[in-house]
């Protein structure tokens, strides 16, 4: 599976024709799919190609949404 740093997660922000990437957990899902994430961002609140651990950890919608993307590799905090 693939390690994603920061850096590397950033570049997949839905613009421009790149696939949207978020983190959570750790994990690293592919939301391109979504409609509800079209051009990079979700409710205005969220981007993509960051890691939103805090910020869904406190969505009004469970984390189980988040099972039905692909995970398409890890998150590394150390690069």
């Known amino acids: 599976m693939r390690r994603f740093t920061q850096k590397d997660l950033a570049r997949y922000n839905g613009k421009d024709g790149a696939p949207a990437y978020i983190a959570f957990k750790k994990k690293v899902y592919d939301v391109s799919s979504s409609f ?6 979700h409710q205005v609140l969220h981007r993509a190609g ?3 651990t805090d910020s869904l950890e406190q969505a009004p ?4 949404l988040l099972e039905k993307f692909p ?3 890890t998150l590394d905090e150390d690069g």
């Open 61 to 64: 919608h469970g984390i189980d």
């Open 71 to 73: 995970i398409v590799g």
């Open 36 to 41: 509800l994430w079209r051009r990079g961002k």
């Open 50 to 52: 960051e890691d939103l």
